[in-house]
């Protein structure tokens, strides 16, 4: 199964900047070239207390990757900052409908976003997050069906929490994002969402669905099922146009775990995409083994308990690359 490092997930957010929009007190900042000590990092995280020195402080520790791997605890260790970094998030919600105003919040509440990211990539804290229900804190940002830049940085950031949270496959935490909900969201970005947004989105929905629980929750009742497959399938749609292996394989994953599931066969019916049998799209997938061997597999899973015509099944498996 494929997962995203904490640096893909840096990479990434890096890709789409978040810390480069239109905030000029950021553009005189440079990356450190050199790795700091661990006392210049508790200096930078003691000086997101003063509201003159954060802006500086947030980007600096959001941005030098050689202090990451002791970063995480010190965060959390440190009293008070993890509330002062929800604080600064939740400043962008009373701008959340305009964009101007947003987009000069977006910089810090990004770099605000990271840390937490970073503490949510440790896995002796995970679970501390959790218990603190900080992923509610990001639920607005995955809420707005807005596209503008500033929107999707927020959006991106916010995925990135959440994905390092499910990245190691824990029930505990499954549980938590069901009960609150980040189903939808995750659908609304799968929706709304860039090519990376989507497949971050794709990614927590796959790593949900590992779990029993998360299977149970979409199979359990009809209007899940469809609606996730719904979206899917207009994804793969999409993929003709905007073609993304990386995204498709994600999308095959997930529909291979419902096929494990005979009411999600039966399903499959009316929901699977038809794109999965158009040459364009398998040609992502052709140099790709590990993709065509779960799509080969979700066709038998289908296949085995007489769901679709068994010609269909012999048709479409005649066109994947042997």
């Known amino acids: 199964m494929s997962n995203f490092s904490f640096a893909e997930w840096s990479n990434l957010l890096d890709q789409w900047g978040a810390s480069s929009s239109s905030s000029s007190s950021n553009a005189d900042h440079k990356p450190e070239k050199t790795i700091p000590t661990t006392t210049s990092v508790e200096k930078l ?58 987009a000069r ?61 499910v990245k190691v496959d824990n029930a505990e935490i499954v549980h938590f994002l069901l009960q609150s909900e980040i189903v939808p969201l995750c659908l609304r970005c799968m929706e709304v969402g860039n090519e990376i ?34 979206v899917m399938g207009t994804m793969v749609d999409k993929l003709v146009e905007e073609p993304s292996s990386r995204l498709l394989k994600h999308i095959i994953r997930c529909f291979v775990r419902l096929s494990d599931c005979p009411r999600a066969c039966d399903g499959f019916k009316i929901s699977l995409p038809s794109k999965f049998r158009d040459a364009t799209i398998l040609n992502l997938i052709r140099d790709d083994p590990e993709a065509l061997e779960w799509l080969r ?6 296949a085995t308990g007489n769901r679709v015509s068994p010609s269909l099944i012999e048709e479409t498996l005649s066109l994947l690359p042997s």
């Open 105 to 165: 919040a977006t910089n810090n509440v990004c770099n605000a976003l990271v840390l937490l990211q970073c503490v949510a990539s440790h896995p002796d804290l995970k679970m501390n997050l959790i218990k603190a229900n900080v992923p509610y804190y990001l639920y607005p940002f995955l809420e707005a069906k807005n596209k503008e830049k500033q929107y999707e940085y927020l959006r991106l950031t916010s995925l990135g929490i959440i994905g390092a949270l």
């Open 297 to 302: 597999q979700l066709f038998v899973n289908i």
């Open 45 to 102: 995280i003691k000086e997101i207390e003063n509201p003159l020195t954060r802006e500086h402080a947030l980007f600096a520790l959001s941005r030098n990757r050689g202090i990451r791997a002791n970063l995480a605890p010190l965060l959390w260790n440190s009293t008070g900052t993890i509330y002062l970094l929800l604080q600064e998030i939740t400043t962008a919600y009373r701008v959340m409908s305009s964009p101007d105003l947003l």
């Open 197 to 230: 947004s989507k497949t971050v989105a794709t990614f927590i929905i796959q790593k949900i669905l590992v779990q029993d629980e998360g299977l149970r929750y979409f199979c359990s009742f009809a209007e899940r099922f469809f609606a996730l497959t719904r």
